[in-house]
């Protein structure tokens, strides 16, 4: 018999028989999930550290900074307290050194008021100044150049007071006294007395005397010359030389250009101001009798703003597209056309050469004549008129700065005697009466001396 074969009983595994493997493996992920928790929550603590550390780092910074920005403010303050007591006696010391003086003759200067005009007397007192000024001026300009000065000396801590034709202006250390006179001849009668105390006796006794008339060329009328007192005529000319007038500031007053335009046979041109009383009926006026038509197109002086140039004016930091804007409507404002233009004021703007482009881009557009009035030396009005390839010229006298009729003749005479050097010369006036009686003394005068006057056209470059 074959023997049997002896087998291991199979091992029969139940389930129940995996169960401890099965519990182990659950520990384990446990463990893992445990780990896992642990390690997010200790990087979220390090990560929530990290940045209350860095954001206390940052406010510390900040403070910091605040700290020393405030210190370096206090520190600022306490400077600029320095600085402004500094100020304070630097303006006092300005005063003192006639700074008031040289922003009133500013202001003199952009109103075209000749030196010979003015009259300064000036003496120390006790604590400052005691400053003096005469000025001789045409009636209607005497009241805006008042009114001007007195925004200067306010503006400078002035308190001022108007008796009769004086300013009186003091600032407890400086006094200012502003005599208006009618006529140069008051003028001259004070600076002759000038020399007799150091406060001039004249200032306080001087009345305004009558004018002397001067007889008006009517339509059909002679004109009648009186000799007395005038200035000497210039010599005769051995040629033919030619003055061209232009005269400034029409607009405000008809009656004087209805004068002018019935009386006067001479070829002179007019500029008128924008935007006045009566701008548009006189433009038309002098257009529709054949007069040559400027417009007289307000711009910046150096006294700004404490001087209006008027409305409408050119400033030196407007942007270009305000400056033809500007320039456009005031040549349009007529509704006549525009012979040419020529700058009223402008000390400051004229002495800017980008905005003397801009305003010519758009003038060129109507006219190619322009004019520099030359109401500053440094102006370069006249060079980018020439650069545009515009017909430009340049006024070389101012005839009427001083309103006396023979001041203004001597001033013509002077004119002359240029042109006869250099073979012509342009003028500039102001529509006022006692121009007009000047002008109608001197210039039969003249063109009988072969000085002849012609329009402005004919003096253009």
């Known amino acids: ?59 510390a910074v900040v403070n910091n900074s605040s700290e020393e920005k405030k210190s370096k403010d206090s520190t600022k303050k306490a400077s600029g307290k320095k600085e402004q007591l500094k100020e304070v006696s630097a303006v006092s010391d300005m005063v003192r050194d006639n700074d008031i003086l040289s922003k009133i003759n500013l202001i003199l200067m952009d109103y075209e008021v000749a030196e010979s005009s003015i009259s300064e007397v000036v003496r120390d007192n006790d604590e400052g100044q005691d400053i003096f000024i005469h000025i001789a001026l045409v009636p209607s300009l005497s009241k805006e150049i008042r009114g001007t000065l007195k925004k200067i000396l306010k503006a400078n801590e002035y308190k001022t007071k108007d008796v009769s034709n004086k300013l009186i202006a003091s600032d407890n250390v400086n006094n200012i006294e502003i005599v208006f006179f009618d006529n140069y001849k008051e ?68 009656e004087i250009i209805e004068r002018f335009l019935m009386d006067n046979k001479y070829p002179i041109a007019v500029a008128v101001l924008p935007y006045l009383q009566f701008s548009k009926e006189i433009a038309y006026a002098i257009s529709s009798y054949k007069k040559t038509l400027f417009l007289h197109l307000p711009m910046q002086p150096k006294s700004y703003p404490t001087t209006d140039p008027g409305e409408g004016a050119l400033l030196v930091n407007m942007p270009e597209v305000i400056v033809k804007e500007l320039t456009k409507r005031a040549l349009d404002s007529f509704d006549v056309y525009v012979d040419g233009v020529n700058n009223h004021m402008g000390s400051a703007f004229t002495e800017e050469r980008e905005k003397m482009r801009q305003v010519l881009s758009v003038v060129k557009d109507y006219t190619d004549l322009f004019v520099d009035s030359k109401t500053s030396a440094k102006s370069v009005a006249y060079d980018e008129c020439v650069s545009q390839g515009m017909r430009c010229a340049m006024n070389n006298h101012f005839i009427d700065n001083q309103n006396d009729v023979n001041k203004i003749i001597e001033k013509l005479y002077e004119a002359a005697e240029y042109a006869k050097k250099h073979g012509e010369v342009l003028v500039i006036g102001h529509m006022r009466s006692k121009t007009l009686d000047a002008l109608e003394i001197a210039i039969p005068i003249l063109e009988d001396r072969k000085i002849i006057i012609v329009p402005i056209e004919q003096v253009i470059k």
């Open 1 to 59: 018999m074959a023997r049997p074969t002896s087998k291991k009983p199979a091992v029969r595994r139940s389930v129940n028989s995996r169960r401890p493997a099965t519990r182990r493996g659950k520990k384990s992920s446990k463990m893992y999930i445990l780990y896992f928790m642990a390690l997010a929550l200790s990087l979220t603590v390090f990560i929530g550290l990290s940045i209350y550390t860095l954001s206390e780092d940052k406010k």
């Open 187 to 254: 003028l001259k009668e004070v600076k002759s007395n000038k020399g007799e105390t150091d406060r001039p006796k004249s200032v306080a006794k001087v009345t305004p005397k009558k004018d002397v008339k001067i007889p008006v060329v009517k339509s059909n009328q002679k004109a009648v010359k009186a000799t007395d007192g005038r200035p000497t005529p210039p010599a005769r000319s051995e040629v033919i030389v030619r003055m061209a007038i232009l005269l400034d500031d029409a607009g405000a007053n008809y």
